[in-house]
């Protein structure tokens, strides 16, 4: 079974910058694409950035230009650099991929970072 360990989440001052990180740890053949989203409070869980193993990058158009998507692919893991945050990108961020078993791809989710932008 494949787990997403997230880290990086916390308060900070609009304008500011965090680093979200999300590593898979478990048995699997390959991991692709890796990505994150965000569920705000009384919103539904929407897509922010994804990379593929190749490092094709799709973004949302409300963090384009502020946020960047890398990964570490020897390390199976997966950052969100957020910069000039705003009071609107408060959410919980979650990781998640999609990896090969042994007879199918499985999608997987992590537990959720929080992250908090005061005006």
């Known amino acids: 079974q494949v787990q997403l360990v997230e880290s990086g989440g916390g308060l900070v001052q609009a304008g500011g910058s965090l680093r979200l990180s999300c590593a898979a740890n478990?048995?699997?053949?390959?991991?692709?694409?890796m990505g994150w989203y965000r569920q705000a409070p009384g919103k539904q869980r929407e897509l922010v950035a994804t990379?593929?193993?190749?490092?094709?990058?799709n973004y949302a158009d409300s963090v384009k230009g502020r946020f960047t998507i890398s990964r570490d692919n020897a390390k199976n893991a997966v950052y969100l650099q957020m910069d000039s945050l705003k009071p609107e990108d408060t959410a919980v961020y979650y990781c998640?991929?999609?990896?090969?078993?042994?007879?199918?791809?499985?999608?997987?989710w992590g537990q959720g970072t929080l992250v908090t932008v005061s005006s």
């Open positions: 998640n991929a999609r990896y090969q078993g042994v007879l199918k791809w499985f999608e997987v």
């Open positions: 478990g048995r699997f053949s390959s991991i692709d694409p």
């Open positions: 990379i593929t193993s190749g490092g094709s990058t």
